[in-house]
């Protein structure tokens, strides 16, 4: 069992910036993929960001290229997702989830075996 719990989602206004961390916890060793989703109220649930943890290798969807970043700190099992230059279309509740081993593509949730409860994001004008 893997358990991941996220942090660091509040409001912000447009522009401004977040970094919300996916910090995990027990039987990591089979996890090769850590992915972070975002749904907005009344759409359907979006890949953003994926980290190949054993290559080191991400990828980003096109909406937050360039503005969001991944990074990770083994020490602590935890992997960041740095979001600058928030759009008001960025208000979501944003999940991190973890493949153990990930089962499809990148961008599918059902690739994934283990997701945290989410953390909201609000962006305003």
């Known amino acids: 069992q893997v358990q991941l719990v996220e942090s660091g989602g509040g409001s912000v206004q447009a522009g401004g910036s977040l970094r919300l961390s996916c910090a995990a916890s027990?039987?990591?060793?089979?996890?090769?993929?850590v992915g972070w989703f975002r749904q907005a109220p009344g759409k359907e649930r979006e890949g953003i960001a994926a980290?190949?943890?054993?290559?080191?290798?991400?990828a980003y969807a096109d909406s937050v290229k360039g503005r969001f970043t991944l990074s990770r700190d083994n020490t602590k099992n935890t992997v960041y997702l740095q979001m600058n230059s928030l759009k008001l279309e960025d208000t979501a509740m944003y999940s991190c989830?973890?493949?153990?081993?990930?089962?499809?593509?990148?961008?599918?949730?059902?690739?994934?075996?283990?997701w945290g409860q989410g953390t909201q994001v609000t962006v305003s004008s």
């Open positions: 989830a973890a493949g153990c081993p990930v089962r499809g593509g990148w961008w599918a949730p059902s690739s994934y075996t283990y």
């Open positions: 027990g039987y990591t060793s089979n996890c090769n993929l």
């Open positions: 980290l190949d943890i054993s290559r080191g290798s991400t």
